[in-house]
């Protein structure tokens, strides 16, 4: 080997990119299992999918309230004992609450596997969501969501869902102070038996697995809900606001402003959907994009400006996120506008384009790197009702979407009057 001379430099699009494909089968009660057996590390991670989002909720932060509560007592043990179950073998399990789904989630070494599943049996099974732990939440939410509002980011993020979907709207709502207050242990009782005793629940397992995990799982959550009915996630209409453009003062001493620019768009089965994560990325979805290089880099208005799209299941958006200083907040809201107009009116350049594609399959690469990382593609794709045709028509649109095709999606979306616009100081 000559060391002088410089190795090859393969670019990420030469590189053929497949998933592996997953195994399935069912419980005794109907549950769907997805399982990707691989990796070297004698680790597993097990996610618990349950149709118990917000979309569920006839109240205000009781789908977030009950997912929660899972792991703060049964009736054998209270939540010290439960952490510390998990604790002693050097388990992670984690909680989180989304807009139509709720995952419980299990990370352990997989010898250990056997010792964790009836501990999360019995928090799916036994919880009785004492009233002292909901009082706590409640202490600690007020004084989170308090802190939080005096945040201009964090007050943007709100309103700019808000004037999207409509205040009502899964999607758009969001927890005020009296909604926290308002929260029982009763709600979340009848919720619990709802949507996670008697819902539908789809499981996801990845790592190292042992030989006799089905008759694991099956021992255990073989007999939970009726996994056999077929869940509908309600179709809630959209009402956007009519207003397009807001600005919020929010802290009279502030010395930035929060940013929000957005608009509507198709979620994942619109045949553009695929296209237009190209044309994101060229314009604020990295560090090498144009509204990076303008905005940050040029004119020195932020550290950091970006685009993308929501990751929602039905309706979506198209949002650009900056904070800027106070003073130049106008100014940064001109440029943006500037690189629509830019990408409406002029092809990018062949070596621009070559280093989005470059970034891109690179992105995928680094997501398919382990067994976690090949199964949260894999969730993406089952939890969007979507197949592998997805995958592949994704990458075959990165490697050979045109120049004049990102030029016409641009023309067809990024138009000015099309966004909300937000700002608040």
């Known amino acids: 080997m000559n060391r002088k001379i410089a190795p090859p430099i393969k670019d990420a699009i030469e590189y053929k990119l497949a998933l592996k494909p997953y195994e399935y089968f069912t419980l005794d009660n109907g549950m769907p299992v997805y399982t990707i057996h691989a990796g070297a590390q004698e680790v597993i991670q ?25 792991k703060n007592g049964t009736s054998k043990r209270n939540a010290f004992q439960l952490n510390e179950a998990f604790d002693y073998y050097g388990a992670y ?24 599943l009836p501990v999360m049996e019995e928090m799916l099974t036994d919880s009785i969501f004492p009233q002292s732990e909901l009082e706590i939440y409640q202490q600690n939410a007020q004084q989170r969501l308090t802190l939080n509002l005096q945040k201009a980011e964090f007050v943007a993020g709100r309103l700019i869902d808000s004037y999207l979907y409509g205040e009502q709207h899964p999607y758009g709502v969001y927890t005020n102070p009296e909604d926290i207050d308002a929260l029982t242990t009763e709600a979340c009782k009848t919720f619990y038996k ?67 620019i957005a ?23 990295f560090f090498g994009s144009r509204l ?27 949002v650009i996120s900056t904070e800027a200083g106070k ?37 995928l690469l680094g997501d398919l790197d382990g067994p976690f990382q090949i199964m949260a593609r894999w969730k993406n794709i089952v939890l969007n ?25 641009a023309n067809k979306y990024l138009h000015p009057e099309n966004f909300y616009e937000l700002v608040v100081y």
């Open 327 to 363: 003073e130049v907040c106008e100014a940064t809201i001109e440029e943006i506008y500037k690189e629509m107009k830019t990408l409406r009116e002029k092809k990018v350049e062949e070596d621009e384009l070559l280093l989005v594609r470059n970034y891109m399959i690179g992105g």
């Open 46 to 70: 097990i996610e618990m999918v349950f149709y118990a989002g917000n979309h569920f909720e006839k109240q205000k932060g009781i789908a977030a309230l009950t997912n929660f509560m899972l």
């Open 263 to 285: 608009s509507p768009f198709p979620n994942r089965h619109h045949p553009d959907f695929k296209k237009v994560a190209v044309l994101n990325n060229l314009f604020g979805g």
């Open 93 to 116: 399990c984690n909680r989180s609450c989304y807009n139509e789904t709720a995952v419980l989630s299990l990370h352990t070494l997989t010898k250990h596997l056997h010792h964790l």
């Open 385 to 409: 009702n979507l197949d592998e045709a997805y995958f592949y028509d994704s990458i075959n649109e990165i490697k050979t979407i045109s120049a004049e095709a990102l030029m016409e999606l």
């Open 292 to 318: 990076m290089s303008n905005i940050r880099e040029d004119k020195g208005y932020t550290y950091g400006i970006y685009s993308y799209i929501h990751n929602h299941i039905q309706q979506s958006a198209w």
């Open 194 to 260: 709802d949507y996670y005793l008697n819902g539908k629940c789809v499981l996801f397992v990845s790592g190292n697995l042992p030989a006799d995990l089905r008759i694991q799982l099956n021992n255990h959550f073989g007999k939970l809900g009726s996994n056999n009915q077929k869940i509908i996630v309600p179709i809630i209409e959209t009402l956007p606001a009519i207003e397009k453009k807001y600005r919020i003062e929010n802290d009279l001493n502030a010395v930035q402003g929060a940013i929000r």
